[in-house]
């Protein structure tokens, strides 16, 4: 089954939501409909694959053809589509016919059912068979139609059954291929008699394969099509065993709307160089994607796989000098640098305050339990209290001040585990027990506490820029004038680092203190360096490191990831018509502007048209409506007569660093859906990529060739 329009240019499905009819069983009717459609290749096709595997949209029916007071859109009897060139149509409904014509059409209709009698009765006893091959295309298209549908619903093929001992026999896949047989599918009969199944899990696998392929060919295609995209990968997750690189690519369509699309898996096999290599051969060479054409990268570091993240981004950039490495919108600055440090005391917090979240959003009696002890803490600060337990309410380990809201209630925190832990009124199970257990554990380790303090202290340097970096456009463009300033204090404090380490030092002793936590050098620098205990001294160690490759880490990060040639782009913001009218005394800053000038269709008037565009918005009409975002400006009827505008804001718009619209953020949502909800073992790196794609217009004869060219030696497509 389709699940678009078949008429030719019918946008029905992305831009306008109408009911899709299946073309009846009826031939006279069924021929009837394919004529309209003016398809050439529909024209032979049967009633029956006609019913089967197209549909025409609600926009070709007079409105009074539709059932609309049902519940369920239908059509009623005999319909027939005759709206297929929209702009020419008459608003009013069904076009006028004469009843000369309609009487013409009557009489045809008649001498057309005499000849087809006539030539039912010549045949009947010389009825054509259909072609092996034909049955074989069909019985590949009940394949594929299933498996899609299977995929949109993220619904896994082989579950709930073993497929290792039952093969497809209990899968959910069979039980759809038995419900189209009960329904009468002939051609999945005949394959279910001659073979006692429809599908073994080996040509499964080729059809999960060969569709994954046919996707991501559309993809490519899609983004062939807008030109200039930027690539974007997220965390590494794990599928049946192996680790893999999840990849999305961001684009500008032709009406000047962001696109964000999943690509699939990269396998994060190897190491170093030679891995590096192997992932960006895979997109160019296996997937096919210009790389020519990118213009942006942002990544997601974790401490375990950081070199090898860096050693990929890096190697992007030597083969595409153009890709500016950014950071992504869905990451904020201070926990995105976080991750990134290969430091275990650092990793220790990161890992405990995913614990800490897990932990007290399973049970509202244990973020009850919290809360009380912070009351009790802080009985005489109140106001206080009431705040940090609303701040105790949200998401907070994942906010921009997750490390000093930690520092803050880390008392707090351990008497609540201590205290579930114990369970002597025995309210919690043995499993929350033992979790509480583990997060005592680690929250009494200084290595911990000190980590936590000298993160809470540096990351307050770059905790108002990430916090614009995740705002509106005037936000982001000042953080993007305003970064000189932050590299300007993180350098004060690595020139004085000795003075501020102490401070810190201090700060982290203080609160072990109280938390009666005993200052120490990490155990697992002890089980390495056993001669260091008594000797070296642990505000020593931990400055060295601890807070000196933290500073350092932070500078080398923040000018990575907003290099001069990313700044320029951002800075490009200023051609937002609301961040005009705010700074109406002066104009975009052409310099800024200038970094476009390879981009643009004509650089010689660059600036004569910036002059232009800053006129038109600077001198605001009174009750005109000004654009306030990227987005409103680049849907202005107006921007096309500023190319030059025009391409400088759709290059920005495919910056990975800018915030999608909620409704263009599809994929993402979808991808975390789909790897938090889906079983381990139900996880596939090919199916994922169905899902995520939904909206791909699926071609079933399309990818029943692709299938047949992949393997024509199967058994199955020899004729």
């Not at 990849?247 to 170093?272: A, Y």
Request: a negative charge; aromatic letters at 8%; proline letters at 4%.
């Amino acid at each position: 089954m389709q699940n678009h329009c078949a008429a030719p240019k019918c946008t029905s499905g992305k831009s306008d939501h109408q009911p899709l009819f299946r073309f009846p069983r009826d031939a006279e009717r069924s021929k009837t409909w394919a004529e309209k459609c003016q398809r050439k290749d529909l024209i032979d096709k049967s009633p029956e694959q006609l019913h089967r595997y197209y549909r025409l949209c609600g926009k070709h029916f007079d409105s009074s053809l539709i059932d609309s007071d049902a519940q369920n859109k239908v059509l009623k009897d005999n319909a027939i589509p005759t709206v297929f060139d929209m702009p020419s149509q008459p608003q009013t409904g069904q076009m006028k016919r004469t009843k000369e014509q309609t009487n013409n059409d009557e009489m045809e209709s008649k001498e057309r059912k005499k000849v087809k009698k006539s030539q039912a009765d010549a045949d009947k006893e010389d009825v054509p068979t259909v072609s092996e091959e034909e049955n074989n295309r069909e019985y590949l298209k009940s394949l594929f139609e299933v498996l899609v549908l299977l995929g949109e619903q993220s619904i896994p093929p082989s579950g709930p059954g073993d497929v290792k001992q039952d093969g497809l026999k209990s899968s959910n896949f069979q039980a759809l291929l038995e419900y189209r047989m009960t329904c009468g599918d002939d051609v999945l009969k005949k394959r279910y008699e001659e073979n006692t199944e429809c599908c073994s899990p080996a040509q499964l696998n080729q059809v999960i394969e060969v569709c994954e392929k046919w996707i991501r060919s559309k993809l490519v295609e899609e983004v062939k099509q807008h030109g200039c995209f930027s690539l974007i990968t997220d965390d590494l997750v794990k599928i049946s065993g192996d680790w893999y690189l999840p990849v999305f690519v961001r684009f500008m369509d032709q009406s000047n709307r962001q696109w964000e699309r999943f690509f699939g898996f990269l396998s994060f096999e190897g190491d170093g160089d030679t891995l590096a290599e192997t992932l960006v051969s895979e997109m160019t060479d296996k997937w096919g994607l210009d790389m020519e054409q990118c213009r942006g990268q942002a990544h997601s570091y974790t401490g375990i796989h950081f070199r090898k993240i860096k050693a990929f981004s890096a190697k992007v950039i030597e083969k595409y000098p153009m890709a500016v490495l950014t950071l992504r919108s869905t990451s904020l600055l201070n926990m995105s640098l976080a991750d990134g440090m290969p430091l275990s005391g650092v990793q220790l917090v990161m890992s405990t305050l995913k614990k800490i979240e897990s932990f007290f959003s399973q049970s509202q009696l244990l973020q009850l339990e919290l809360e009380n002890t912070i009351s009790m803490l802080y009985q005489d600060k109140e106001d206080r209290a009431n705040e940090l337990k609303e701040i105790c309410r949200t998401s907070w380990t994942r906010q921009h001040d997750a490390f000093e809201v930690a520092v803050d209630i880390l008392e707090a925190l351990l008497l609540c585990v201590e205290s579930v832990h114990d369970n002597e009124e025995i309210k919690w199970s043995d499993l929350v027990a033992h979790d509480a257990l583990e997060i005592s554990k680690a929250l009494t380790d200084f290595e911990f506490v000190m980590a936590l303090v000298v993160l809470k202290n540096t990351m307050t340097l770059t905790l108002a820029f990430g916090k614009n970096m995740q705002g509106k456009e005037s936000d982001v463009h000042f953080a993007a004038t305003s970064l000189n300033a932050v590299l300007h204090s993180l350098k004060e404090v690595s020139d004085n680092i000795d003075v501020y380490h102490e401070f810190w030092n201090d700060e982290a002793v203080n609160l072990a203190t109280a938390m009666d936590i005993p200052v120490k050098l990490p155990r697992s620098h002890l089980r390495k360096h056993p001669s260091d205990f008594g000797t070296t001294q642990p505000d020593s160690y931990y400055k060295n490191h601890l807070s000196v490759p933290m500073v350092n880490h932070i500078i080398q990060e923040v000018n990575e990831l907003f290099s001069e040639d990313h700044l320029k782009f951002l800075r490009g913001l200023s051609l937002v018509p609301a961040l005009i009218e705010q700074q109406k005394s002066s104009e975009p800053e052409e310099e800024s502007i200038q970094v476009f000038k390879n981009y643009i269709p004509n650089a010689a008037t660059l600036s004569a048209e910036l002059h232009c565009w800053w006129v038109k918005w600077s001198k605001k009409v009174k009750g005109e409506t000004i654009p306030s975002n990227l987005h409103e400006t680049l849907q202005l009827a107006d921007v096309k007569f500023f190319p030059n505008m025009l391409a400088v804001l759709r290059l920005i718009g495919i910056l990975p660093t800018l915030a999608l619209e909620d409704s263009r953020n599809v994929a993402y949502k979808r991808f975390k859906m789909y790897m938090e909800n889906t079983p381990d073992q139900f996880k596939s790196k090919s199916l994922a990529l169905l899902n995520m794609n939904y909206d791909v217009e699926f071609d079933l004869d399309s990818m029943v060739e692709s299938y047949m060219k992949t393997y024509p030696d199967r058994e199955e497509n020899q004729v």
